[in-house]
């Protein structure tokens, strides 16, 4: 992962909601920090939790710089350079209108379009267009030598990959030109849409203006006439960096089965669009004491290969605790209940590691492999942060002493024949 974290380059996470994809968007910022790099985190995230862990009073659509106390309070270096922002996807949308029209009234006009607003708010990829746009001001700028990205939720995270293609079909100057000039009434252009193309513009913009359809989109098209083309100029630009060397992809998933089966089709859509996977987390996997265990038995290697199966052994004691407790004829009251449940964990645990083993085996070599695990009382600060941090800069390589030891469970815990 440190690989992934230099000077001039961009990290984009990828991920569906509910992985933690923030929050380990923001432990990649700090390493990257931690690497003495100066390091902007963009996030679409408007919990609160986020600004708490990273010590601020306020996350605004600003880069905020984090403070030298609360990096001591933390243990950390009061020299980190460490900014973060929460992204104001309305604001961004305004400033690219601000700095394509020139002229006052044209852009009040332009605001004020119900179309505009609608095509802001509710299309499907206006979080990502405005968290493009942003990064790609931030990265022309030079004012940061590393950005990382945390994309916004989508029921798939390809869309966010997607988006500056969709964005320049959807506004492409020649096709919208065609149909929407003021010179053609409302009900002449609904007459003149003949081809596919023509078709597909429609059927896309009348998902957002509501009534007056037609019109409200001339009206919105008419005052964008003179400058759409350098707005289209910009989404190409947005697009090439998103193919440029300088950006780096990194997933996040969980060791769920479908959000395996997810990170599987991310990896094949993105082999398709020519776009390159650097990395993936599998976050929230095991506990941390498990986590940190199976770290030192990895760091030590052959010289306790024979205790292979310590990381797991509080999984091993459950069988042993399920045959005292019937040799001390326990089973019969709540106990049993309690065993039960702890059979189901250590069922649970043995089955996410040999999925997540597994699916490590199918990953291209270019692929970088990183784990962080669940922390307990969660990311509440800059420190538990920094732990996540240490953990996806962890050399250790911890699959192999888990799935050593995850056999050498499965085994004991089968009955004797």
């Known amino acids: 992962m440190k690989g992934l974290l230099t000077k001039g380059s961009i ?14 968007a923001a432990a990649l910022g700090l390493a990257g920090a931690l690497g003495g790099l100066n390091t902007a985190v963009i996030t679409v ?22 403070g030298a106390r609360q990096l001591t309070a933390a243990g950390l270096d009061n020299r980190l350079r460490l900014s973060a922002m929460m992204l104001d996807v309305s604001g961004e949308w305004d400033a690219v209108i601000k700095r394509f029209v020139t002229d006052a009234a044209t852009r009040q006009k332009i605001f004020d379009n119900p179309f505009y607003k609608s095509l802001t708010a509710e ?8 968290a493009l746009q942003r990064l790609y001001d931030l990265h022309q700028t030079g004012a940061f030598e590393l950005e990382v990205v945390d994309t916004p939720p989508a029921s798939h995270s390809f869309e966010f990959l997607q988006t500056p293609a969709k964005m320049i079909r959807l506004l492409d100057s020649r096709t919208a030109r ?10 002449r252009i609904a007459m003149k849409v003949a081809s596919e193309a023509a078709r597909f513009v429609v059927r896309e913009l009348e998902r957002f203006a509501g009534s007056n359809v037609l019109s409200t989109i001339t009206d919105f098209f008419a005052a964008m006439a003179e400058r ?28 769920e ?24 987390v599998i976050n929230r996997f095991l506990d941390e004491r498990t986590f940190q265990e199976t770290a030192r038995v990895a760091q030590e290697g052959s010289a306790v290969a024979e205790s292979a199966a310590r990381p797991l052994s509080h999984l091993a004691e459950i069988s042993e605790l399920r045959a005292s407790m019937a040799k001390d004829g326990a089973e019969t ?7 039960h449940h702890f059979e189901e964990y250590r069922e649970r645990t043995l089955e996410e590691i ?11 070599k270019r692929v970088k492999l990183a784990i962080a695990p669940e922390i307990e009382a969660g990311v509440r600060d800059l420190a538990a942060l920094s732990r996540v941090s240490g953990y996806l800069l962890s050399a250790a390589t911890i699959l192999k002493p888990l799935e050593n030891s995850a056999r050498t469970v499965m085994a004991s815990s089968k009955p004797n024949p």
């Open 11 to 24: 990290t984009i996470l990828l991920g569906t909601g509910g992985v933690g994809k923030t929050t380990i």
């Open 45 to 66: 995230d408007p919990s609160e939790r986020l600004r708490d862990a990273l010590g601020l009073a306020h996350l605004g659509g600003e880069p905020t710089q984090i």
């Open 123 to 130: 299309f499907a990829g206006s979080e990502a267009f405005a």
């Open 178 to 187: 065609w149909l929407f000039t003021p010179s053609l009434s409302a009900g």
């Open 228 to 255: 759409m083309d350098a707005i289209i100029d910009r989404l190409q630009k947005t697009e090439a960096l998103l193919h440029s060397p300088a950006v780096k992809f990194v997933m996040v998933t969980t060791a």
């Open 257 to 280: 089965p479908d959000r395996i089966r997810q990170a599987r089709e991310l990896l094949s859509q993105m082999d398709a669009e020519g776009l390159k996977l650097s990395a993936i």
């Open 333 to 339: 009251n709540g106990f049993g209940r309690l065993l």
């Open 354 to 364: 040999e999925r997540v083993a597994a699916f490590a085996r199918e990953l291209p």
